[in-house]
């Protein structure tokens, strides 16, 4: 069974640009979260996306936004880049189910800023 | 605020020896604990969970301990080998309430460097 698939794996934007990233979850798995994990630090909570409806928000500023689609396939968008905002951007999907979390990560997106 | 936190930033073991690594929470409403194993470059693998009605769990090779009176978590890899050599992270979920699966909040990592 395929995992958590992100795409592209690598990208380098320029300040001010906009950027997409794409996340396939797990077969089966209906909640889709993205994280921003700057260098030498843990990851940070951006967005938690369940049945296509938002269902958490971090503390991010308006320029991050992100959707899920009816396959739960997800986006995340960040408009006006910065230079901070150079990361590795991780998506994790998770199963449906009363109690069952399993957060299966992909191997990220590493967005670089210049 | 609240936060998941580490106690010891790094970790130098030699092979074949065991190795546990520590973690403070600081939220006693989280329900549900996992530790994952970050290698350079990729994103964080599952290693090992708990919940909060438990005190122990083992996996292979590894046994998750948690202490809820002192908010406490630890991780015991035995037998520790080279291929271990990573970053842990542990991590909490923050139930959000309603239909929401909640957030995972990680702590700041634990660097873990295993000799031959």
């Known amino acids: 069974d395929a995992g958590v698939t992100q795409s592209p794996t690598h990208l380098i934007k320029t300040r001010g640009q906009q950027v997409t990233l794409r996340c396939s979850p797990i077969?089966?798995?209906?909640?889709v979260s993205w994280y921003q994990q700057v260098l030498g630090q843990g990851p940070q909570f951006i967005f938690q996306?369940?049945?296509?409806?938002?269902?958490g928000r971090g503390n991010f500023p308006d320029r991050f936004s992100a959707r899920q689609f009816p396959n739960y396939s997800s986006e995340l968008n960040v408009n006006a880049l910065l230079l901070g905002d150079s990361a590795l951007y991780l998506c994790?999907?998770?199963?449906?189910?009363?109690?069952?979390?399993?957060?299966?990560f992909g191997s990220g997106t590493r967005l670089t800023v210049v | 605020g609240e936060s998941v936190g580490l106690h010891l930033p790094t970790l130098s073991v030699q092979e074949g020896d065991n190795s546990i690594i520590n973690c403070a929470y600081s939220?006693?409403?989280?329900?549900?604990f996992i530790w994952y194993k970050q290698e350079s470059g990729k994103g964080p693998q599952f290693i090992i969970d708990?919940?909060?009605?438990?005190d122990k769990r083992q996996g292979q090779r590894v046994t998750v301990l948690l202490n809820k009176t002192v908010k406490h978590l630890s991780l015991q890899i035995a037998a520790t080998q080279p291929g271990d050599s990573a970053v842990y992270f542990c991590?909490?979920?923050?139930?959000?309430?309603?239909?929401?699966?909640?957030?995972?909040?990680f702590g700041q990592g634990t660097i873990l460097t295993v000799h031959p």
């Open positions: 994790a999907s998770s199963g449906a189910g009363t109690g069952w979390y399993g957060y299966t």
């Open positions: 077969s089966g798995h209906k909640s």
């Open positions: 996306y369940y049945e296509k409806e938002e269902r």
């Open positions: 939220n006693s409403a989280s329900d549900y």
């Open positions: 708990i919940r909060s009605n438990m």
């Open positions: 991590a909490e979920n923050r139930p959000a309430g309603g239909t929401s699966y909640g957030k995972l909040t």
